[in-house]
């Protein structure tokens, strides 16, 4: 009989050669069809695997592929929609609280899309999108 590398429950195997920074750390559709094929190599001919739980197991694991690939894309369509009003600004005044819980106004002049919030410049101050609190065309 062959041996079988042994996995983890995080998908690490040990004793492994590979660096630390190469290992897989969650469990994914490589990590679960090794240990399917390890199973299914494994297994007693006297009474082998329903293959019933084998599809169902399948099943769900495409399932939670294709909910995830949803969430990241949901994700990435917030993050352009949120990109594509900072941008619509420019030009627009804008209305803003500021730290003291006074209310400033001033034009958009630049937006800016280094952090996760896109910043809009409200004369000297760089405040984050989503504490706008009104817009209106410049006076």
Excluded: C, H, W
Excluded at 37 to 55: I, Y
Excluded at 98 to 121: I, K, M, N, Y
């Amino acid at each position: 009989m062959t041996a079988i590398p042994p996995i983890t429950a995080t998908g690490l195997q040990t004793g492994s050669t590979v660096p630390a920074a190469e290992r897989k750390t969650t469990l994914d559709s490589e990590v679960f069809l090794k240990l399917l094929v390890a199973q299914l190599s494994n297994q007693d001919p006297s009474s082998p695997m329903n293959t019933n739980e084998m599809l169902a197991q399948t099943t769900q694991l495409a399932s939670m592929e294709q909910l995830t690939a949803l969430a990241s894309t949901s994700t990435e369509s917030f993050a352009l929609g949120m990109r594509q009003t900072a941008a619509a600004l420019v030009g627009r005044e804008a209305q803003y609280i500021d730290e003291t819980g006074a209310t400033r106004t001033g034009v958009v002049t630049s937006v800016s899309f280094t952090g996760a919030v896109p910043l809009v410049q409200i004369g000297d101050v760089a405040v984050p999108l989503d504490a706008v609190a009104g817009i209106s065309l410049p006076s």
